[in-house]
């Protein structure tokens, strides 16, 4: 089955810009999407189809992807964006199609 | 608004049996497909099931394959999941969550909390 592997930790300063790396076999041929999850609540969808933004996210996220590595990018690091971060992808040729990456902790200095 | 209310969690034995609930509004359910997600205390989201909008396919992690079933009820904007033969590692935060138009999960539930312990 597809494998989504993200860094455990990032960390950033403030007004810093923050990159969290997604990495699979061919990513950049499927559709990536991010989700925050802070502690206690229930993830929020961040970025989907790879870069764009749902409404009501920031401009400061914005998210690529090719090759074999997608990536989810913060700028200007805010104290209210730690969290754990998390990719996932649609694996169309599998039985088990949602693949999530390990997640990401990032923590703000 | 558009939301998704979960129910049904608590304490259970192993090897008994709970039924989640998920209560859609704010949004035409039976347009949607749908899945579970969950989260175990630490840990990260797995993906447990999904269910086509109009129920004709379904596919579930192995991990519960053939333990737990996925279902719906569009009359009742409802989706729910029959969990059997549970184990301690089924213990987790258990999420519905609707499946956006490119496959990504655009609304979640607040999750219910389901103990598995003796």
């Known amino acids: 089955s597809y494998v989504l592997t993200q860094p455990p930790s990032v960390s950033v300063a403030p007004g810093k810009t923050a990159r969290i790396t997604c990495g699979g076999n061919?990513?950049?041929?499927?559709?990536v999407h991010w989700y925050q999850q802070k502690p206690g609540q229930a993830p929020v969808l961040v970025i989907y189809?790879?870069?764009d933004r749902p409404s009501g996210i920031p401009e400061r996220f914005s998210g690529s992807n090719s090759g074999n590595t997608a990536t989810l990018t913060i700028s200007r690091v805010e104290a209210g964006d730690e969290a754990d971060y998390y990719c996932?992808?649609?694996?169309?040729?599998?039985?088990?199609?949602?693949?999530f990456g390990g997640g990401t902790k990032l923590t703000v200095l | 608004q558009v939301q998704l209310v979960e129910s049904g969690g608590g304490l259970v034995k192993p090897g008994g049996s709970l039924r989640l609930s998920c209560a859609a509004s704010?949004?035409?359910?039976?347009?949607?497909?749908m899945s579970w997600i969950r989260q175990a205390p630490g840990k990260g989201l797995e993906w447990v099931s999904y269910?086509?909008?109009?129920?004709?396919?379904?596919y579930y992690a192995d991990s519960v394959k053939g333990r737990f079933t996925i279902s719906r009820d569009n009359a009742k904007n409802s989706l729910y999941l029959q969990m059997n033969s549970l184990r301690a590692e089924d213990t987790a935060v258990y999420y519905c969550?609707?499946?956006?138009?490119?496959?990504?999960?655009?609304?979640w539930g607040q999750g219910t909390m389901v103990t598995v312990s003796s």
């Open positions: 969550a609707r499946d956006g138009a490119t496959r990504e999960f655009d609304i």
């Open positions: 704010g949004f035409t359910f039976s347009d949607y497909y």
């Open positions: 269910i086509s909008s109009s129920g004709s396919t379904i």
């Open positions: 061919n990513i950049g041929s499927k559709s």
């Open positions: 189809y790879d870069s």
């Open positions: 996932q992808v649609w694996d169309s040729s599998s039985d088990h199609p949602v693949v």
